[in-house]
């Protein structure tokens, strides 16, 4: 068995119980890049009673001390940024020259959140009652479960743990099954870094049921971080009610792409075409579901839009000169293919692509040629839109600042958005991100992923 690769749990390399193994294959010519162990109810148990024990230590450790190994991660995963890019092609299939800013935008998180650990501050407050005071405290919450989704295999993984672990927690990690070597290869630096045995965990399974019913409801876990669909997240809340497990959910998106005409012609052109295709080939909750622009400058957008994604090149991740890999698997490329039928029967036009492609190159993966599809639709107008609520995750604006633009920005209902910008390891995500960013906090600290708890108590007045 030597090998598979194993799980990382309380500091060691393990095996499943009885040798379970899945296979981890890639998208681009399905071969079977590695075998991985599958956990299970044994594994599990293991992990989050290594995390719960060790979290007592960890918690207390001084701020600045968690801080420095997150920098040691930092510094780490700097130095092995291309063999991790590797990795995330290997088993994810994107570019790898997009890899390789994925996993350098990823290890920001660490550098962001070791310097942010030492801030996490508490408050006095008033008290109605003469000669007292209220004194609040925020200290970490205890073990973590996180579960992370396959379209970004470094940055997902490092948005969730860098900011639990500054703020003295444990986590129990569990990778999508498509893509759990990038996760195992941050474990395996954690480790040189000196991150404690027990204080990040990974475990590996394609067990999805079986996470939910015992990772998920370990009366050990006091906080569950998940990114992926809408309707698992429900499944989950549902399911942490019943122990009132805090949650920090990132769920999928319908988040519309707004061009109004005076904004910046080729900034948003280009802008367009990186949000629809150049993030996992559109396979991300950010990219666009849908593009508006505003009536008087759709005749010459239109067109641009579909020279430009004429131009992109589809290809496995290593070719040169790659701008989009496959897509994870066959159910997706079937599902965006019946996308795009649908689309067409519902009076969109097909200008480009939208087929699957043939070719040596293509033949084992699982690609299909960049489309772009679209109809107009005159109840809009120039309101560019129609009615603005997202109905999802993150829309993006281009606007040049004049006019309506921030009058429909505030009309918006979304958890982010984008106006002009893209992420950054800094600023707010998740559920609440963009109601704390309204509030005009000047530093968002470790509150887009709570991952502290607070206490409350009564202090005589001086």
Not at 105 to 110: A, D, M
Not at 387 to 414: E, F, K, S, V, Y
Request: net charge positive; glycine share 10%; aromatic share 6%.
């Amino acid at each position: 068995m030597a090998d598979v690769e194993r799980m990382y749990i309380d500091g060691e390399w393990v095996l499943a119980e009885g040798g379970a193994t899945f296979d981890v294959t890639n998208p681009a010519d399905r071969t079977v890049v590695a075998r991985v162990a599958n956990g299970a109810g044994p594994e599990i148990q293991r992990a989050v009673t290594a995390a719960h024990a060790a979290f007592r230590a960890w918690s207390v450790l001084a701020p600045k001390d968690r801080g420095r190994i997150l920098l040691k991660i930092q510094e780490l995963m700097q130095d092995r940024r291309d063999e991790l890019a590797r990795l995330v092609t290997l088993e994810n299939g994107k570019p790898y020259e997009e890899a390789k800013k994925e996993v350098q935008f990823s290890l920001g998180y660490f550098g962001w959140f070791a310097e942010e650990a030492r801030r996490i501050t508490g408050e006095w407050i008033p008290s109605p009652q003469a000669g007292k005071r209220y004194w609040v405290l925020r200290q970490p919450i205890g073990p973590v479960a996180a579960v992370t989704p396959w379209n970004f295999p470094a940055t997902m993984v490092t948005r969730k743990i860098a900011p639990a672990l500054a703020a003295g927690c444990t986590v129990v990690l569990k990778p999508a099954s498509a893509t759990p070597l990038t996760a195992l290869a941050i474990a395996r630096i954690t480790e040189v870094a000196g991150l404690p045995p027990g204080v990040f965990n990974v475990l590996t399974t394609n067990r999805s049921r079986l996470v939910g019913t015992e990772l998920l409801t370990h009366p050990l876990i006091r906080k569950i971080g998940f990114t992926g669909s809408t309707e698992v997240g429900k499944g989950i809340m549902q399911t942490a009610a019943q122990q009132v497990t805090r949650l920090s959910f990132e769920l999928g998106g319908n988040a519309p792409f707004i061009v109004f005409e005076d904004a910046d012609f080729q900034a948003a052109l280009d802008g367009a075409v990186a949000m629809k295709f150049l993030r996992v080939g559109g396979q991300s909750c950010i990219c666009a579901n849908r593009i508006y622009v505003q009536r008087g400058i759709a005749d010459r957008f239109i067109p641009a839009f579909v020279e430009a994604v004429k131009r992109l090149k589809v290809a496995p991740g290593f070719e040169s000169g790659a701008q989009i890999g496959p897509l994870i698997n066959e159910d997706t490329r079937a599902k965006v293919h019946s996308l795009v039928e649908d689309a067409v029967k519902r009076g969109a036009k097909l200008v480009t692509g939208g087929h699957h492609l043939a070719g040596d190159s293509y033949a084992k993966g699982f690609f299909l040629c960049a489309d772009g599809a679209g109809r107009r639709d005159r109840r809009h107008g120039d309101r560019a839109g129609g009615d603005l609520r997202a109905g999802g995750a993150d829309p993006h604006l281009r606007h040049g600042g004049r006019g309506n633009p921030p009058r429909q920005r505030d009309q918006i209902r979304a958890s982010r958005l984008f106006l002009h910008a893209r992420h950054d390891p800094a600023g707010p995500h998740g559920r609440a991100a963009r109601v704390r960013a309204r509030r005009g906090q000047r530093r968002h600290r470790l509150h887009p992923r709570d991952p502290v708890r607070r206490l409350q108590g009564i202090r005589p007045r001086a």
